[in-house]
């Protein structure tokens, strides 16, 4: 599997950008994807995710504010990113997870950086 994130850059602070990460070599439609970031100094966290057969969920941080979509035809996974902020500052991760008997096998977009400047 395979995973290659783009869409990143530096934005003012309101704008807004879109994330796409293609997925490759794996039946994408079955499994949940994610969107992860980490800032500097800080640990990686969730930001968005879609579980199969469920409606997208969302860190408080940015509900309202940015949008996770899939699209099952391109196997894309995208994150809409509006009104953004400068904590919004981090490397994006795309995430893919394979769930088996007993645990899960997660795989990783390269990351891609977004920067709000204020």
């Known amino acids: 599997v395979q995973l290659q994130a783009s869409g990143g850059g530096l934005v003012q602070v309101g704008g807004s950008l879109r994330l796409s990460c293609a997925v490759s070599?794996?039946?994408?439609?079955?499994?949940?994807v994610g969107w992860y970031r980490q800032a500097p100094g800080k640990q990686r966290e969730l930001v968005a995710e879609?579980?199969?057969?469920?409606?997208?969920t969302y860190a408080d941080s940015v509900k309202g504010r940015f949008t996770i979509s899939r699209d099952n035809v391109k196997n894309t996974v995208y994150l809409q990113m509006n009104s953004l902020k400068p904590e919004d500052t981090a490397v994006y991760y795309c995430?893919?997870?394979?769930?088996?008997?007993?645990?899960?096998?997660?795989?990783w977009g390269q990351g891609t950086q977004v920067t709000v400047s204020s």
């Open positions: 995430n893919l997870v394979k769930r088996r008997l007993g645990g899960r096998d997660d795989y």
């Open positions: 070599g794996s039946v994408f439609n079955l499994y949940n």
């Open positions: 879609i579980i199969v057969g469920r409606i997208p």
